[in-house]
């Protein structure tokens, strides 16, 4: 398999994971279905340049647990907190907020939920990547290579679309004083 497509394939199942678990935790949660991503298509990014960063980086100490489980609450972390600060920059806006959270960092990360990105990214090494990876390598690679392509394309266009009208649902609004709840 040519590393980029199985990189690439790393990135929208993850994303497209991430946008199922966001959708579930919210309907669990709250009773609503919401696409609670920046994008209108079913991927959310963040999950997928996790996965990416996590595999990218941690898949060499796969000998070593406490490695992997702490150097994804950490790259988690990180990614989860520049987000943050883009997407506030950006639109003013807020996508998540754990100021009600204990061992919170700015209300953008928080001790449970990076401790939560932490086992997801392990069992994301030892188990879901590896699944991906034998999924991928029995399907034939033209059919694996025009996946790609489209999906590719479609996140471009998303990307480019939602940079100029981003989806905008349940979000905080970000002033000098106060977060606001804004229901858009």
Request: net charge positive.
């Amino acid at each position: 398999m040519k590393k980029f497509i199985f990189i690439s394939m790393i990135f929208f199942s993850f994303a497209f994971l991430g946008w199922i678990w966001e959708i579930l935790w919210e309907m669990l949660k709250n009773g609503n279905l919401i696409n609670s991503g920046v994008l209108h298509g079913p991927w959310l990014p963040i999950y997928g340049c996790g996965a990416l960063f996590i595999y990218l980086i941690l898949n060499r100490f796969k000998k070593n647990k406490i490695v992997i489980f702490f150097g994804c609450f950490i790259i988690c972390s990180i990614i989860e907190y520049i987000t943050s600060i883009y997407l506030e920059k950006k639109y003013g806006l807020q996508w998540w907020n754990y100021s009600n959270r204990p061992f919170n960092l700015n209300g953008r990360v928080c001790l449970l939920y990076s401790t939560a990105f932490g086992i997801a990214g392990y069992f994301g090494i030892y188990d879901i990547i590896p699944f991906i990876k034998k999924i991928y390598k029995k399907m034939n690679y033209k059919l694996l290579v025009v996946l790609n392509i489209i999906l590719i394309s479609l996140f471009t266009f998303d990307i480019c679309y939602s940079f100029k009208y981003p989806h905008i649902v349940k979000r905080y609004k970000v002033s000098k004083y106060s977060i606001i709840k804004a229901n858009h």
